[in-house]
């Protein structure tokens, strides 16, 4: 879809060209997509609670509550919390703060297209083991009672979420505007709607934070991890005492908890996702970082409060042993391309050399196929629902929408991979032809 707005203005700018296609339909669907996003991470609460009568409910309820709430004039004030904003509020602050004032290696970005690179302090891993030692001290001291606020107080928690995610994308639309700022191949159209959702500058700070990079793994990824702990409290609190959690909602937050973990452990990986290299930082990204990722992937533990299931020993194991081989597919093949990335070639893996000088890997993972770290993410993600047993498609949403998300993906990428490399990503992918599943996809 070509963005026509953008063909009529003055002479483009060398370092900032006008953006001059458009992705997701262009501005209606970027404006579709800002509004049903959001509305969906209210939709899988209301949809799927313990008082919701069904999961989901029947549509006869669903279209009586749609109908009450029209009627009810005041049914917003529901959604607002001011003790859930100022947690939020507080949380956020928390993560800051940990990020100026813990140790970490400063570690440069990818070359941009000033020629120059950004520095990154990476102390992602101490964010998020001072914050866990928190929570559990906490616990500890003061019993499982005192941290199940978040499932108490999950809407309050989703809008402000969703109202920093709308401030943040509109902080960062209004200040690209500024001169010097460098901006984002893709968000340069020049319209106010489509820039604003894809994200107009690559990389806006606030001093020294970047502000796309540390959304992207901090507040969100690690409150996930929190939140999963808030559901396992309360789940403890509900059926009196850990000893009676029950063993699919430790595999789901085991699993989760470890999934952040490794997130922060591997922090400089993020520097190569097409999210920091390519992306600028809008309400795409930051409805993701900080709405989707704690309270659409934390699904399955919620659940698992009012729906508890007791798996039996086999299947425990089964899920958990899928778990893991998905793990090492993910983990192993993004150590690959990070290692590679970074200079280094430890397993003396083949690679295709390009003109345009960065070398494309042709054996190893990357051998099987074009995105072999997104198979290894979708099975873990599966393995997270499994746990829920299958009462209910609700806690599937996510690896459904994940797999959408990374189809999506590999063509966004490859799109932007055939404008990097031209003949040689042609090349590469007679070399490489699968694009997610080896042998079939
Ligand atoms: P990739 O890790 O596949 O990175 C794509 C980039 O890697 C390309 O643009 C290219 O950039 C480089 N590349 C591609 N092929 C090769 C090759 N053969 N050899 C060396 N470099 C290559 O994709 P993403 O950045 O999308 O994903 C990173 C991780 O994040 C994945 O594990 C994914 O599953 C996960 N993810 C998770 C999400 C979630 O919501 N949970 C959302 C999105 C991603 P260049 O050549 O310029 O270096």
Redesign the pocket.
Known sequence: MSAKAATTGGKADVLNPRTTTYEFLGPLGTFVISLSSSAVVYALYFGCNSNSGGCPPSLVGIIGRVVSSILDSTWWKGLWDSEAALYYLGWYAFCVLAWLLLPGDEIEG?VLRTGGRKTYRMNGFYTFGLALSIACARIWICGPESFTFIYDKWVGFVTAALLSAILLATYCYLSSHRSGALLALKGNTGNIMYDWFIGRELNPSIGSLDLKWFNEVRPGLNLWAMINISMLCKQAVLRGGFQNVTNSMWLVVAFQVWYVADCMLFEPAVL????I??DGFGFMLSL?DLVW?PFTYSIQARYLVFRPIELQTPAAVAIFILNAAAYWI?RDS?NE?ND??NGKNPKNLK?LPTKRG?????SGW?GLS??P??L??WLMSLTWCLPTGFGTPITYFYPIF?AI??LH?QTR?DE??HE?YGDDWIE?KKR?PYRIIPYIY
């Open positions: 990818t190569t996702t097409m999210d290299t390519t993701g990722v993910f993004n391309k590679f990335r690679y960065t070398k494309l890997l042709i990357w074009q995105h770290n997104y290894g993410d994940f998300l990374l993906r990428d932007a991979c990097k590469y490489v």
